[in-house]
Each structure stands twice: as structure tokens, then as C-alpha cells.
T-cell receptor, first 113, second 118 residues
Framework: QQQVKQSPQSLIVQKGGISIINCAYE??????FPWYQQFPGKGPALLIA?????SEKKEGRFTISFNKSAKQFSLHIMDSQPGDSATYFC????????????FGTGTRLTIIP | GAVVSQHPSWVICKSGTSVKIECRSL??????MFWYRQFPKQSLMLMAT?????????EQGVEKDKFLINHASLTLSTLTVTSAHPEDSSFYIC??????????????FGPGTRLTVT
């Protein structure tokens, strides 16, 4: 019940295209859903996060879509650029008491020219 | 804002020795810090959660006597790998949370420490 399932494992997108990464969860107590970007040999960096009271959040080229009834959320990267090539992790946590993050398995994104 | 540093960024040590890794929140007070371990091409595995002035809470399967965590102040947590062995070689990452307005949930990660035990 604590798992966050992430897909696909790897993704290749052409420059300028839309990259879409999906995550699903079971624990209905999760109330915070961040996405992290990680480059090789570096720590993860917070990209964007959403709470379940909204269905979509946009920051620049990055958008989170959230479907509470389906217990799914996704990251959309518009106008994907080679510099977006990295590993992306979705995560979830509860805001009450035990607030550790549960991470997805990661998606290796490659943007090709 | 919300910068977390780690020191050292990489370390090589001999089997049987101990290694200390520092995690600092540079521009905010971290009420909670987390330590993760990451193997190549894998996700982050939470090792322990530490609150300032309290004993760390370790995840199931993590040896607390081997991975000593100290959170002595609101800006510093340390992870000591005692009697390191080659299987302890990994990428260790800390994160910190707390103190910034509106960021109750957000965790900010350090750049990681690559530990190699020979």
C-alpha cells in the first residue's frame, strides 16, 4: 500500500516533443506529490509538486496532472530539450506524522535532437 | 534559497575503517533530515529519519549500529558508516525539510556523497 508505481522505465523523446511520465499510488492518505529531477552523480532536485486539492499545476514547461479518483498523477514536459535528459522520480508522502517520501522507481528520459 | 550541502562529495576508504558524511542546510533550519542510499540506476532507499536533538528512526533492515546518525543542530546532520565493507559502497544522499514558509512538505536534497570501500 505504500508503493508508488512509475512508468515507463525509460523514455526517448524528440526535441520539441512532449515527455509524459506516469505514477500510480494506493495509499489514499498520501497528500503531497512531488517530482524530482536527477542528473548522473547529483542529488535529486525538486521540480514541481502538487496537493490533491487541485487537478493540475503548471510551472514553465512542466505540468503535473492529478487524478484523485484514479489515484494517478503524471508529469508532462512540454517542448522537451536535450538539457531535460535526466532521471525523473515521482514521490508521495503524508503530511501528518510520518512524513517520509515514498519514491517511484524512476524514469530515464533521453531527448534526442 | 533551500540549499543543502554534503561533505565530502566523494570518499575512498579501506575496509574496516569508519567514514563520516556531513549534511548541512545552508540557508534554513532543518527540523528533519533524511538519509538515503542509492545504487546505480535505482531509486532512492530511505535509511533513516532524524529530528534535531532526537534519536534517528531507522528503516527496517538498516543496521543502526553500522550507520550512526547524529542530528546535533538544526543545520547539521552526520552519517557515520562504521567498520565499512565493500558492500557499503554506494551513493549516499541527505535531504532536509522545515523552516521555510509554505514548505512544510518539501524536501531539499544534497548533492550526494560517493563512498567507495576498498
Amino acid at each position: 500500500q505504500q508503493q508508488v508505481k512509475q512508468s515507463p522505465q525509460s523514455l526517448i523523446v524528440q526535441k520539441g516533443g512532449i515527455s509524459i511520465i506516469n505514477c500510480a499510488y494506493e495509499n489514499t492518505a498520501f497528500d503531497y506529490f512531488p517530482w524530482y529531477q536527477q542528473f548522473p552523480g547529483k542529488g535529486p532536485a525538486l521540480l514541481i509538486a502538487i496537493r490533491p486539492d487541485v487537478s493540475e499545476k503548471k510551472e514553465g514547461r512542466f505540468t503535473i496532472s492529478f487524478n484523485k479518483s484514479a489515484k494517478q498523477f503524471s508529469l508532462h514536459i512540454m517542448d522537451s530539450q536535450p538539457g531535460d535528459s535526466a532521471t525523473y522520480f515521482c514521490a508521495a508522502s503524508t503530511g501528518f506524522g510520518n512524513e517520509k517520501l515514498t519514491f517511484g522507481t524512476g524514469t530515464r528520459l533521453t531527448i534526442i535532437p | 534559497g533551500a540549499v543543502v550541502s554534503q561533505h565530502p562529495s566523494w570518499v575512498i576508504c579501506k575496509s574496516g575503517t569508519s567514514v563520516k558524511i556531513e549534511c548541512r542546510s545552508l540557508d534554513f533550519q532543518a527540523t528533519t533530515m533524511f538519509w538515503y542510499r542509492q545504487f546505480p540506476k535505482q531509486s532512492l532507499m530511505l535509511m533513516a529519519t532524524s529530528n534535531e536533538g532526537s534519536k534517528a528512526t531507522y528503516e527496517q533492515g538498516v543496521e543502526k549500529d553500522k550507520f550512526l546518525i547524529n542530528h546535533a543542530s538544526l543545520t547539521l546532520s552526520t552519517l557515520t558508516v562504521t567498520s565499512a565493507h565493500p558492500e557499503d559502497s554506494s551513493f549516499y544522499i541527505c535531504s532536509a525539510r522545515g523552516g521555510l514558509a509554505g514548505s512544510r512538505y518539501e524536501q531539499y536534497f544534497g548533492p550526494g556523497t560517493r563512498l567507495t570501500v576498498t
